[in-house]
């Protein structure tokens, strides 16, 4: 992958390979994801499990 490895927005620590993780984004208003990865760097945030499970 070329893009950097996306962080966890709570913690800021980096999201690792085959971690399980939660993403918010937008809904595309397009339909079709053409370029999922790009898509993905440009509106997603994402949370680490743990994050996520301290939350509830
Ligand atoms: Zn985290």
């Known amino acids: 992958m ?6 966890c927005i709570n913690c800021d620590k980096e ?3 085959n971690e399980q993780v939660y ?3 937008r ?6 994801f ?3 990865k790009a898509y ?10 743990n994050c996520f499970d ?3």
Do not use: S
Not at 2 to 7: A, E, S
Not at 27 to 32: H, S, W
């Open 23 to 25: 993403a918010k984004l």
């Open 2 to 7: 070329l893009w950097d490895p996306p962080k």
């Open 27 to 32: 809904y595309p208003k397009r339909k079709g």
């Open 15 to 17: 999201i690792e390979k």
């Open 54 to 56: 301290n939350k509830k």
């Open 40 to 49: 993905l760097r440009n509106e997603a945030v994402f949370i680490c499990e």
């Open 34 to 36: 053409t370029e999922i």
